[in-house]
């Protein structure tokens, strides 16, 4: 059955630090999807990325990036110089679509991000 | 593009009484939605998988007799809290499915119930 581990329950850095939110997968699939999401205290979620597994290219995006290793069935993601408004929980997904298109969360990582 | 509306935003309600929350795709048409429940501090968990005009697909540990979904439309799917109890306060999510692993998540109700 699918799983996805995030082991980090919460994390607290000072602003302008770099962050590493680790995301742990597992899956019987060949073909599936990775995801992170955003969910400030508002509690909307609001996507960041989609990752297919047949493309392990590293992502950059401004100051947020993922690195995606199949072979450690690992998806972690990474803030540099973060930001007080980078608080928030990230949550990793993983959806083994097309075969089952639910999306399965992890646990979550609370980040507080000081100023 | 891709828009999920979710009513209400929050709702109080009684112990013993249903309350009713909508799910709307407003620019697409969704064959698929999901609801999530999540508690306090806690995880989003998928409670059921709605496909539009057939019966949804419960988690297991989800009593569906409580929580009743209905996907009569490609645009709407509402999910029943019937005889709400305070332990089925929560934060509900609904998603809807646009695109193979392509999801979009309505902005999710904040139900207490007393």
């Known amino acids: 059955a699918q799983k996805v581990t995030q082991a980090q329950t919460e994390i607290s850095v000072v602003e302008k630090e770099d962050v590493t939110l680790d995301c742990v997968y597992e899956?019987?699939?060949?073909?599936?999807?990775l995801f992170w999401y955003k969910q400030p205290p508002s509690g909307e979620l609001v996507f960041l990325i989609r990752?297919?597994?047949?493309?392990?290219q590293n992502e950059i995006s401004g100051r947020y990036s993922w690195n995606f290793q199949k072979s450690t069935s690992s998806f972690n993601f990474t803030i540099t110089a973060s930001q007080v408004v980078d608080s928030a929980v990230y949550f990793c997904?993983?959806?083994?679509?097309?075969?089952?298109?639910?999306?399965?969360f992890g646990k979550g990582t609370r980040l507080h991000i000081l100023p | 593009g891709a828009v999920v509306s979710q009513h209400p935003s929050w709702v109080i309600c009684k112990s013993g009484t249903s309350v009713k929350i909508e799910c709307r795709s407003l620019?697409?048409?969704?064959?698929?939605m999901f609801w999530y429940r999540q508690f306090p501090k806690q995880s989003l968990m998928l409670m059921a998988t709605?496909?539009?005009?057939?019966?949804?697909?419960?988690e297991q540990g989800v009593e569906k007799d409580k929580f009743l979904i209905n996907h009569a439309s490609l645009t709407l799917s509402t999910l029943t809290v019937t005889s709400a109890h305070p332990e089925d306060s929560s934060f509900y999510i609904c998603?809807?499915?646009?695109?193979?692993?392509?999801?979009?998540f309505g902005s999710g109700t904040r139900l207490t119930v007393v």
């Open positions: 997904a993983l959806s083994e679509a097309p075969r089952d298109d639910k999306i399965i």
């Open positions: 899956t019987r699939d060949t073909t599936y999807y």
């Open positions: 990752r297919n597994s047949f493309d392990e």
């Open positions: 709605s496909n539009e005009g057939s019966k949804a697909t419960y």
């Open positions: 998603s809807a499915q646009y695109l193979a692993a392509g999801y979009t």
């Open positions: 620019d697409f048409q969704a064959t698929t």
